[in-house]
């Protein structure tokens, strides 16, 4: 008995001395989900109840200001693929960039160090995936319905809903999987892209329900540049039919059809009776809007439920880091947008959910300046492995471990490269602090600065740029516009010291090939 008992002892001593094994990573990645639909962020309309997602900010940390370099899907790719800007990793928009992936990454890194990994669902980065033992992926922006998809190079299509789809895929990968690493799953859901496409389960979720409008749904510009005004990502403009599901998607079946039909019809017959213009169709595009982009996020939302509880039920969840993003925010109807792009909060926030158990403090929240560009040195940190001088993020693990660095940043840069489509937004870099953004606009018709104040303008209606009292104000992040341009290594002309039509005395001068400074243009009030 003695013996036993020394011999169960040792065991136990043998055990607590031997290493842990390195953690495993699922990082869920969403397409375009706004924070104000997650009910965890505690947005005031309360559009939906996310209890997946909340379960993620229950148990882990909430990240309330994690930024994106260039709010666009592929580029926000590239970035979390390599650490680096669009510039260095050399893509820049979703029209004529394509990922080189001959170029370093972290899943490459994660695989030498013993990771397995895999990515499954949207990619949209137009070269198949390097660094992954298997992926299986969309081609593309791929399809809401029955989507073909990619399967390690071989072309297959399955049958049913694109979320659903994606989940069971990535499930099935987490049983056949080699146990005998750790492993690395990107599980990475289409929704809720445009032209949010529900699910069959969940057309008249809301049972017609009345979402309370935001507050700067009819935001008319007044005193901005035009770079604001002259837009093709409005409500009021560029709202489709498809987009209002006054027709169907192409792909279909009958049966789904039939359902799809009898939902829709009857509703779409009284609109049509209606005869809308002006702000009631706005205000009645904006209820179908919601209607479909909270339902596509409904599904979002029971996929992570049953990934969650599949850690769960097979003994993986103590060790598994999940994290939750997005390529970027979404405007859910704020200055009359949807769509992305901009620097304003809306897009240039994406929701960030972390639970790592025995590291993250259950249901803490963190206000620090975060990235998405900072997620492939979180990767290889959590994996135990070092991190790239040549990476331009910083690892988030101590953050989550509640340790906040006394260096943390403190500003951040952003550049948006696309024009003019799809949506003709103009490019523009700034930087953004905890209160204030310095936002340049430039060409093709535009050269305009606005400042935002946060803390005086939540809303971020209104340019206090040349306001006398903000000048002092312009001046500094001017010259931190200009530090880290630098520090990013992004080879701009440096911005002119100007305030307003004034230069300061002492300031330098422009720099030389700066483009002639035009005049700033005025926001056309749209038609009411």
């Known amino acids: ?94 029209s004529n960039s394509r990922f080189d992936s001959s170029q370093q990454t972290f899943p490459k ?36 319905y ?52 529900p699910p069959i389960r969940h057309l008249g979720h809301d049972k017609d329900r009345v979402y309370p409008e935001p507050e700067t749904l009819f935001d008319a510009f007044e005193g901005r540049s035009k770079a604001l005004s002259d837009h093709d990502m409005g409500l009021d403009r ?38 809308l213009s002006g702000k009631e169709l706005v205000r009645w595009r904006y209820q179908r809007y919601m209607h479909d982009y909270t339902a596509c996020v409904k599904a979002v939302d029971e996929s992570v439920q049953r990934v969650l509880a599949y850690l769960d039920e097979q003994g993986l969840a103590e060790n598994t880091v999940v994290m939750l993003s997005s390529d970027q925010g979404f405007y859910l109807g704020e200055h009359g947008w949807f769509d992305k792009r901009w620097i304003f909060e809306e897009s240039l926030s994406t929701p960030f959910l972390v639970r790592w158990p025995g590291v993250s403090k259950p249901g803490t929240t963190d206000k620090h300046i975060v990235s998405l560009l900072d997620l492939a040195q979180t990767f290889l940190d ?6 790239p001088a040549d990476m331009q993020g910083r690892s988030l693990v101590p953050l989550f471990r509640g340790e906040a660095p006394a260096d943390w940043r403190k500003s951040f840069y952003y550049h ?43 809303l971020e209606t209104r340019s206090y740029y040349n306001d006398p009292a903000y000048a002092d104000t312009v001046k500094e992040l001017k010259a931190e516009i200009q ?11 440096p911005p002119r010291f ?10 330098p001068t422009p720099a030389e090939g700066a483009p002639p400074k035009k005049g700033r243009g005025k926001a056309k009030k749209k038609a009411e």
């Open 238 to 275: 560029t709202f489709t039919e498809r987009d209002a599901k006054l027709v169907p998607p192409a792909n279909l079946t009958l049966d789904q059809l039939k359902y799809w039909n009898d939902y829709y019809e009857p509703r779409n017959a009284k609109f049509r009776e209606a005869n």
């Open 382 to 387: 959590i994996a135990g492995q070092p991190q």
């Open 1 to 94: 008995m003695l013996s036993r008992i020394l011999s169960l002892i040792l065991l136990a001593s043998t055990l607590a001395a031997a290493p842990k094994a390195p953690p495993n990573i699922l990082f869920i990645f969403c397409d375009d989900l706004a924070s104000q639909a997650i009910s965890a962020y505690g947005e005031k309309r309360q559009l939906l109840q996310t209890p997946g997602l909340d379960r993620l900010a229950k148990e882990g940390v909430r990240f309330d200001r994690c930024l994106v370099t260039n709010s666009i899907c592929g580029p926000m790719r590239a970035v979390i693929q390599t650490g680096k800007y669009s510039h260095l990793n050399g893509f820049y928009n979703n």
């Open 109 to 144: 890194l994660l695989q030498k160090a013993g990771y397995t990994n895999a990515i499954i669902g949207k990619w949209h980065l137009m070269t198949d995936p390097v660094g992954y033992d298997y992926w299986h992926v969309l081609p593309g922006q791929g399809a809401y």
């Open 416 to 458: 948006y490269y696309e024009h003019p489509v799809p949506h003709r937004v103009r490019p523009h870099y700034g930087v953004i602090t905890d209160r204030y953004k310095l936002i340049h606009y430039y060409k093709p018709d535009v050269d305009d600065w606005e400042l935002l104040d946060r803390e005086k303008d939540p």
């Open 146 to 197: 029955n989507p073909p998809m990619i399967d390690n190079g071989k072309q297959v299509r399955h049958s049913g809903y694109v979320t659903d789809i994606i989940t069971d895929l990535s499930i099935d990968w987490l049983n056949k999987r080699d146990r005998t690493k750790p492993f690395m799953l990107m599980l990475q859901h289409k929704a809720p892209h445009r032209e949010w496409e």
């Open 498 to 507: 100007t305030h307003g039509n004034k230069t300061w005395e002492g300031e």
């Open 483 to 493: 530090r880290l341009q630098v520090e990013v290594k992004e080879s701009l002309p």
